[in-house]
């Protein structure tokens, strides 16, 4: 066996060790996925403005996670490999967009990519405060949040069901997540403070 051989063959057994079937690799990366997918997902959502785009990318990103999933090296940072996967499939996405005519310059990529790079630690530590802020809330607007982004109802059916307008719902739910981002970047002043 010549030297060559030797290491690829180390490469393959330190990347996949103990995943004998296709069932265990499977059974690995759904649990590396379900603890990221949270973080992932608001990532995505936080770099695209259209809710539908984001979507559409999210599930190329798993799509691809899986696909390439036989190349990552178990024991390494599953989160930053999935991390830069989203990177590039966000970038993928703004580039082609930009060939359907909205025009983003290679500049305004390139540095969106580099202001996104911080984000999987930020989102950590939003995901940590956000719990602390929405118990903060009255119990009117945890309700209005609970209707809105935990559960299949519509806006237009929240506002049936609370007996308002769809236009005083959208407007409460704007002041509901204007203050809960206020809360979160309060929070997180204080505990970057409390790291210096």
């Not at 259209?50 to 999933?69: I, K, P, T, Y």
């Amino acid at each position: 066996m010549s030297i060559a051989s030797l290491e690829l063959s180390q490469l393959h057994v330190k990347r996949l060790p103990s995943v004998s079937t296709p069932k265990d690799r499977a059974a690995i990366f759904v649990g590396l996925l379900r603890k990221s997918d949270r973080q992932l997902a608001a990532y995505v959502h936080a770099s695209l403005a259209n809710w539908s785009d984001a979507e559409d990318v999210l599930q190329q990103v798993r799509a691809s996670l899986w696909e390439r999933f036989d190349r990552f090296e178990l024991g390494t940072d599953f989160n930053a490999w999935a991390f830069t996967t989203a990177r590039y499939a966000i970038l993928n996405h703004l580039s082609n967009k930009s060939r359907d005519g909205l025009q983003l310059k290679p500049e305004l990529l390139e540095s969106l990519a580099v202001d996104m790079a911080p984000f999987p630690a930020v989102c950590d530590i939003r995901l940590e405060i956000m719990p602390q802020c929405i118990s903060k809330l009255s119990e009117g607007n945890r309700h209005l949040l609970t209707l809105c982004y935990n559960s299949d109802f519509t806006i237009k059916e929240v506002a049936t069901l609370l007996n308002r307008s769809t236009n005083a719902v959208y407007l409460a739910v704007s002041r509901v997540r204007r203050w809960l981002r206020r809360c979160i970047e309060h929070r997180l002043a204080e505990v970057q403070r409390e790291d210096v």
